[in-house]
Nanobody
Framework: QVQLVESGGGLVQAGGSLRLSCAAS????????MGWFRQAPGKEREFVATINWSGISTRYADSVKGRFTSSRDNAKNTVYLQMNSLKPEDTAVYYC?????????????????WGQGTQVTVSK
């Protein structure tokens, strides 16, 4: 079993920055892709970003492209989401997810494990 724990969420003013972390523990796999998703109040969970095992390949939702950056440190079993120029519409619970594989994955059903989420609130 794999455990994913997100951290780094909080309250920030519009235009500010936050860095989310997702630490993985438990069973390990040779190659894993990591994804970030978010769910705003009253909305469905949506894709935000994904990064492959090596960190070379990434993909972002259009709504965050140019503002968010995903990276990873495999030695620490941790993936990061740097969020800059935050907007009120970025307010959501952010989840990280793990997929066994070495590509990038944008669909929720593709992921094998999920974290509990961390709240990000962006005030006007």
């Amino acid at each position: 079993q794999v455990q994913l724990v997100e951290s780094g969420g909080g309250l920030v003013q519009a235009g500010g920055s936050l860095r989310l972390s997702c630490a993985a523990s438990g069973r390990t796999f040779s190659y894993t892709a990591m994804g970030w998703f978010r769910q705003a109040p009253g909305k469905e969970r949506e894709f935000v970003a994904t990064i492959n095992w090596s960190g070379i390949s990434t993909r972002y939702a259009d709504s965050v492209k140019g503002r968010f950056t995903s990276s990873r440190d495999n030695a620490k079993n941790t993936v990061y989401l740097q969020m800059n120029s935050l907007k009120p519409e970025d307010t959501a619970v952010y989840y990280c997810a793990l997929k066994r594989g070495d590509l990038v994955y944008t669909l929720q059903y593709e992921y094998d494990y999920w974290g509990q989420g961390t709240q990000v609130t962006v005030s006007k």
